[in-house]
Structures are given as structure tokens and as C-alpha cells.
């Protein structure tokens, strides 16, 4: 891996690339099947991804003839990755084992560790037969949408087919490692002006947010909507506002300390809740919900926009979804993608079908989502949130930082980088786009 490295970091063409021996085995951020049962009885807070998330050396897999190998340069953390490590909702060893059981190539992914991580920025290494676009020495960022594209179901949007899954999630041979073996519909460009972990951090979190609030299959937001953003300097809440400014939208950010309430004032998001100010109380001591919180929440956000949000972007899950569902403007909608605090939601259906609202449920981006999404940061009109970076070596204590949101926007992960600010090469583009926007999440 080291040959690889200095040729990357020395310039080296594709086929220089091409004629470097791929090694036998590679590092990776993986956890054990052995550990599945390591947290038994342990609160969901507690449970440390630090025990659990191990640096291993692991052999390369066999390259399929859709399938490119990508040196991967620097990686980060999604909030998948913590539930990997905790084996929260389930464990994604069972993934694994259905996933092997539709083809040969597939029973590649069935092993008793599971390299995890689902973003990544590198150089095509090797591209399998049947791969017409990407050639090694191709500078990429790669996102997360394992779909068979042989299967009729993928081809209206890849993200309802049968087969979809996410790569590093629900397949193996993750992102958080010095290799990774991905499928040549999951590459895309790296933007030219980005440093490697800077590139690394966005594919993820930047195409989710996109299908959520520009995509015709989220919310459909359109010019002066008022969009309500919970974890607005998190992961895809710090996207999330970037695509309301730049939409002609009116973003109220919610967040959870006067740090992030400064960041979010600095990225031009002048409606800000601070909730530890808040201090909302949504549910009773006795698990029913508190109307009059509710009411008292969206009379904060009136307070802040003289109105209240045409869309909810919702994720905390069952802490704020009632609330959510409440608050959203009449014939609003509210899009969501996930649920960190529970998955088992509560909310009055009268406000719901009386104020003819709508939710959307999203997942991911499709190829053509998560292409248009880098585009823009490509092009400098969405920046990258990391805040900080950390070694691969290093993945588990990442990862705890996000499980305890210790941590704002995205952490990256150096993997064969060894260093910060390297990979730029549109220097002209950078100094446009200028250090004060890269560097907004920086600690
Ligand atoms: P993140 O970086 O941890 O940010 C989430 C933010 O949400 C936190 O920083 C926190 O901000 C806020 N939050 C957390 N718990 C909350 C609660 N109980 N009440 C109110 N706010 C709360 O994570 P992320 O990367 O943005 O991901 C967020 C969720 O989306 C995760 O569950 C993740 O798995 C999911 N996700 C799903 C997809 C998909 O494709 N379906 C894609 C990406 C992420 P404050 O403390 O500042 O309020």
C-alpha cells in the first residue's frame, strides 16, 4: 500500500497505477461477528463503538466485472456506522448472510468481520470487464447506492429496487479501509478543489439531503419556503441549510448549543433555535405527548419567520416527530430519513388530516441525485461541513464522537492520506470559494 501511496502522491498515471501489484491484503475499520452479543444488556448510550470497531488486516476481495478498486484516501463517519458498531436496530451480520445468498459475487460480502463506512475519497486502482467509464488514475468520490442494475425494479429511481442497498452497511468491503472494491455506478468525480477528506465527507450526507428537500422525490421545495431543520450543523441538517439558502428558502435551524447557533448564523441561517435554551418538553414524564410543548414550539418558530415551515426536515425520530407533524404549515410536508432517538413515532393524526399535511419518507439519493448533488460541490456552490479528522486507526473513537454528538457537521477519517490538505488540485477554484466557507466547521 505504501508504493501505491507515494505513486498517488507523486502524480503517478493510470498506468503507472495499473502496473503497481495490488496487495494481498489491505487495513480496515471492521467489526466481528464474534462481538455481535458484546453489548447484551447495556443502554444504547453506553454502548461504545470504541470496544467494538477494530483495525484489522483483511485480504483484498476478487473484483467483479461491474466493480472498480479505489485507494482510498480518506473516508468518514456516518451515523450508520454507529448503529453498525452497536448492532442497533440489528446486527449487520444478518445483512450480510441474505445479501450472499442472491449470487456468487455476492457471498464475497458474507465473512465473519464486516469492514464498515459508506463514504470515501480515492484513485481507481483497477476497473473489472464490463466497466466502460472509470479507468485507474480516476480521481473519486464514491456514494453509498448498491443497486442490481439487472433488476427491473432499479430502473424508474435505483432507490426502490428490490435489491438496493447501502455499501458499507448492508454489504461489505466498506469505505473505512486503505482499498475498497465498490460497484462503477457508485463513482463520481472528485471535486477538484477539495483536499481528500474534505471530498470524503460529503457524498452521504450532501445527496441525502439533497433527495429530501430539491429532488421531485422529496419535499419539493420551491423559492421563500419556510423549512424547519432539526440538527442543523449535524451531518445532513449542515447540508440541509446550504440547499434552502441557495434555493431562495428561509432555513430555521434547530440546534443544541450557542457554538453551533454561531456556526448556523455564520452560514447565513439568521432563524435559530437553540433547544437546550428551549428546553422543550414534547413528552410527559408518563410517555404521552405534551400538546401545549408543541404549540409553545411553534410559537418560537412564528416568533423567529412570522410563519409557520411549508417543510420539516425530520430525523431525531421519535423525541420530535409529534412535534414535527404539528408544527408544519398547513398543506406542508414533512420529509424524513431517519429516527435516532426511536423508531416507533407518535403524532395526532386529527392536526394531520384536518391541515391536510403530507409526509414523505426518503432514503439515500439514487445515482443521478448523488451526481447532481456532487456537481454542486464541484462546482463550489456547496461546501463541505468537516469538522475535524481523525486517523483510520482511530475509526471507533470517531464514531463514539458521533454517537454522543460530541462532534458538529462531519468527521473525516484519513485513511492512505497521512495528512490534511492534500488531493487539491484546482487551486483557483479553492481560493474562489475561499478557506473562511471550507473551514466553518473547523474546531
Ligand atoms: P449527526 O451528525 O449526529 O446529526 C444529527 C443531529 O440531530 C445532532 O447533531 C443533533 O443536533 C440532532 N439531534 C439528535 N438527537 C436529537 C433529538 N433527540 N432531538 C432533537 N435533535 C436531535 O447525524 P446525521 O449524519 O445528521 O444523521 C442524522 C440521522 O439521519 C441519523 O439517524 C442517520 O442514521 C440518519 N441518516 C439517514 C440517511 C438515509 O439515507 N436514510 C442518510 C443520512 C443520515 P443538536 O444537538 O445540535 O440539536
Redesign the pocket.
Known amino acids: 500500500m505504501d508504493s501505491i501511496r507515494d505513486a498517488i502522491n507523486n502524480g503517478a498515471s493510470g498506468e503507472q497505477l495499473a502496473a503497481i501489484p495490488l496487495p494481498g491484503t489491505y487495513r480496515a475499520a471492521v467489526i466481528e461477528k464474534q462481538d455481535e452479543a458484546m453489548f447484551a444488556g447495556v443502554a444504547t448510550r453506553d454502548k461504545d463503538p470504541r470496544k467494538s470497531i477494530k483495525l484489522r488486516e483483511v485480504p483484498v476481495p476478487e473484483l467483479a466485472p461491474d466493480e472498480a478498486v479505489v485507494a482510498v484516501m480518506a473516508s468518514s463517519i456516518?451515523?450508520?456506522t454507529v448503529?453498525s458498531a452497536i448492532f442497533e436496530p440489528i446486527s449487520t451480520f444478518g445483512s450480510l448472510a441474505r445479501f450472499a445468498r442472491e449470487s456468487s459475487w455476492a457471498k464475497r460480502h458474507d465473512l465473519p468481520y464486516h469492514v464498515v463506512g459508506s463514504d470515501g475519497s480515492g484513485v481507481v486502482l483497477r476497473v473489472g470487464s464490463a466497466v466502460r467509464n472509470w479507468k485507474p488514475g480516476d480521481r473519486v468520490t464514491i456514494h453509498c447506492n448498491h443497486v442490481d442494475d439487472q433488476d427491473p425494479s432499479a430502473h424508474d429511481d435505483s432507490m426502490l429496487g428490490a435489491n438496493q442497498r447501502i455499501w458499507g452497511y448492508e454489504t461489505n468491503f466498506g469505505g473505512l479501509a486503505d482499498l475498497t472494491v465498490v460497484k462503477a455506478n457508485q463513482l463520481m468525480p472528485k471535486p477538484a478543489h477539495l483536499s481528500w477528506e474534505e471530498a470524503a465527507v460529503n457524498a452521504?450526507?450532501n445527496s441525502?439531503s439533497y433527495r429530501m428537500l430539491v429532488s421531485q422525490n422529496g419535499a419539493r421545495m420551491k423559492q421563500g419556503d419556510v423549512v424547519l431543520i432539526?440538527?442543523a450543523?449535524?451531518?445532513?441538517?449542515a447540508y440541509a441549510v446550504q440547499y434552502v439558502l441557495n434555493g431562495g428558502g428561509i432555513p430555521v435551524g434547530?440546534?443544541?448549543s450557542p457554538d453551533?447557533a454561531r456556526i448556523l448564523r455564520e452560514m447565513g441561517c439568521e432563524a435559530v433555535i437553540d433547544?437546550s435554551k428551549g428546553n422543550y418538553k414534547f413528552w410527559n414524564e408518563d410517555d404521552t405527548h405534551n400538546e401545549s410543548e408543541w404549540r409553545r414550539f411553534g410559537g418560537d418558530i412564528r416568533a423567529l419567520v412570522g410563519e409557520d415551515p411549508d417543510i420539516v426536515f425530520e430525523?431525531?425520530g421519535r423525541?420530535?416527530f409529534g412535534a414535527s407533524m404539528y408544527v408544519v404549515k398547513k398543506g406542508g410536508t414533512v420529509v424524513t430519513?431517519?429516527a435516532?432517538?426511536g423508531f416507533m413515532l407518535e403524532f395526532d393524526n386529527r392536526f394531520f388530516w384536518m391541515r391536510l399535511k403530507r409526509l414523505v419518507g426518503s432514503?439515500?439519493a439514487n445515482y443521478r441525485e448523488a451526481y447532481e448533488a456532487n456537481r454542486l460541490i464541484a462546482k463550489g456552490m456547496i461546501d463541505p461541513v468537516i469538522s475535524q479528522t481523525f486517523p483510520l486507526s482511530q475509526a471507533g473513537e470517531a464514531a463514539w464522537q458521533?454517537h454522543r454528538?460530541l462532534?458538529e457537521g462531519k468527521i473525516g477519517v484519513l485513511c492512505l492520506a497521512e495528512n490534511e490538505g492534500e488531493g487539491v488540485t484546482d487551486h483557483e477554484l479553492r481560493a474562489k470559494v475561499g478557506e473562511t466557507r471550507l473551514r466553518r466547521f473547523r474546531r
Open positions: 456516518n451515523f450508520n448503529w452521504l450526507c441525502t432539526w440538527g450543523t449535524g451531518g445532513i441538517g434547530v440546534v443544541s453551533k433547544r430525523h431525531p423525541s420530535t430519513c431517519a435516532t432517538s432514503h439515500f458521533v454528538n462532534h
